[in-house]
């Protein structure tokens, strides 16, 4: 994706099949659309598609048939961002970092912003059902040129 200007990337993860109208209307306005896996349902993907572009990677529970053409990870770029994502972080190649500005990331269920070195690393957290006592969340980038802001969302569940 190339365009001048300020880009609107909405995070969303572990949706576990529940799409909450809360978590829709977060991603109202949003130029593109990472899930970081454990999306539950082809539906959701339908559903997320008809607000913008749509990048995906499969989770650890998306397992049924309609997964199965789902990648483990995406590479994304917005401009000059190189935007990396995969579901658990846990499982991040140190090659994959090369060129890259972002890691998008789920499976912990917990929102978490960080930087390492000149690398944004983002868990949107869970959109889907609440687990434990994390909160229920969504993320998103604000791209400008090669300025990259992160945010997380708490959502009312």
Known sequence: MSRVGL??????????????PQALAALQGSDHII????????EILQTLGRIAPLSVV?????????AED???????SFGAVRVHVLHDLHDLAIAALRGV???VSGHSHKPHIE??????????GSAGPRRFKLPVTVGGLSI??????????????
Do not use: K
């Not at 499969?58 to 309609?66: P, V």
């Open 144 to 157: 400008d040129g090669t300025s990259v802001q992160a945010r997380i969302f708490e959502l009312p569940a």
């Open 115 to 124: 930087r390492r070195d000149s690398v944004l690393y983002v868990n949107p």
């Open 70 to 76: 789902v990648p483990e990870i995406a590479n994304v």
């Open 101 to 103: 500005a972002v890691v």
């Open 58 to 66: 499969r989770g650890n529970n998306d397992r049924d048939a309609w």
């Open 35 to 42: 899930h970081a896996g454990d999306i539950g349902s082809a």
């Open 7 to 20: 880009i609107r990337v909405g995070l969303i993860s572990d949706t576990h099949g529940l799409l909450r």
